[in-house]
């Protein structure tokens, strides 16, 4: 179409590179050319060394070849495994979560907190246990599509405050309380806030 043969085959290039070490900080790509204008590619046999690396989810490290984080991670797998791999209710709980949302709770000034291994189902499939029908979350503009998922499974109403906004979010919060919910104006039965602590969809 005329997208693909008017604009997106000049730049074509930037596309799908294909790299030929670990994806660190910094990586080394492979070179390649086109002899017919981004319709095809070949390999020169060089590599183009020290790239920085703007498109990796290996924002952890687990990726890279560090001796002394091999180590750390060899020790602590033979120690605890890779986890129970399964709900706290069927198999059991491991010390070190506990630990964690603990700090957590007492970084954040909280009573308590809960922490979950990461993933899209994480936030899609919880959201709905801790609110229904009857409850409001409101929601920062630019959560993950997976919060949005669970926010619409979980059956509440949805209010979206602007992104990283405070006041949007107090005057929509003040609306709420005053309010209640729509038609009968009965007081929410919980009111959720969901934000990110980095949102990875924009980097913010």
């Not at 981004?38 to 687990?62: A, E, H, Q």
């Not at 603990?102 to 990461?118: C, I, K, P």
């Not at 246990?129 to 059956?155: F, Q, Y």
């Amino acid at each position: 179409n005329f997208y693909t043969r008017n604009l997106y085959m000049r730049v074509r290039d930037n596309w799908n590179r294909p790299i030929c070490s670990l994806p660190g900080p910094v990586f080394d790509l492979m070179e390649r050319v086109s002899d017919d204008y981004n319709w095809t590619f070949r390999f020169t046999g060089k590599s183009i060394p020290n790239v920085i690396n703007m498109g990796s989810y290996n924002y952890l490290g687990f990726a890279e070849n560090n001796a002394d984080f091999l180590k750390t991670v060899a020790d602590r797998l033979q120690r605890y495994g890779a986890a129970v791999c399964s709900t706290r209710q069927e198999i059991g709980n491991l010390s070190l979560p506990e630990e964690l949302e603990q700090l957590v709770a007492e970084f954040l000034g909280v009573e308590a907190s809960m922490t979950f291994g990461m993933g899209f189902a994480t936030n899609s499939m919880n959201i709905p246990a801790l609110v229904g029908k009857g409850c409001l979350i409101v929601s920062d503009e630019l959560n993950h599509t997976s919060l949005i998922l669970g926010a619409r499974l979980s059956g509440a109403t949805i209010r979206v405050f602007k992104h990283n906004n405070m006041c949007s979010l107090e005057k929509m919060l003040k609306e709420a309380v005053c309010s209640g919910q729509p038609r009968t104006r009965r007081p929410w039965r919980k009111i959720l806030i969901m934000v990110e602590g980095i949102y990875s969809m924009e980097g913010s």
